[in-house]
């Protein structure tokens, strides 16, 4: 069975950190992008960023600067490290991947076809 799954969520107050995790299984991820969104109470869900197969990423403006995607091909695993954190960015992230390999690094939902449970992130005031 293929699955994503977050982890790494937690409280964190404004200015400080959090490094969420998502960790694929049931195939392998290396050619496929990987993309975090998020939703917060009463909003859509919002794309954060993107990393293709081969390392290019892409941020939404508001995380620009503060926050980093990675991926570890061998460890069917990406990292998204959140610096700087602020009231704003609370909401549970959700990490997804596309149905099929391609080069394309989608930054619409409707790009993604596999997705995690979530993970929440609550950062205070």
């Known amino acids: 069975q293929v699955q994503l799954v977050e982890s790494g969520g937690g409280l964190v107050q404004a200015g400080g950190s959090l490094r969420l995790s998502c960790a694929a299984s049931?195939?392998?991820?290396?050619?496929?992008?990987m993309g975090w969104f998020r939703q917060a109470p009463g909003k859509e869900r919002e794309f954060v960023a993107v990393?293709?197969?081969?390392?290019?990423?892409d941020y939404a403006d508001s995380v620009k600067g503060r926050f980093t995607l990675s991926r570890d091909n061998a460890k069917n695993t990406v990292y998204l490290q959140m610096n700087s954190l602020k009231p704003e960015d609370t909401a549970v992230y959700y990490c997804?991947?596309?149905?099929?390999?391609?080069?394309?690094?989608?930054?619409?939902?409707?790009?993604?076809?596999?997705w995690g449970q979530g993970t929440q992130v609550t950062v205070s005031s």
């Open positions: 990393i293709s197969w081969s390392g290019r990423t």
């Open positions: 997804a991947s596309t149905s099929a390999p391609t080069t394309a690094a989608p930054t619409s939902a409707r790009g993604f076809r596999l």
């Open positions: 049931g195939r392998t991820f290396g050619t496929y992008p």
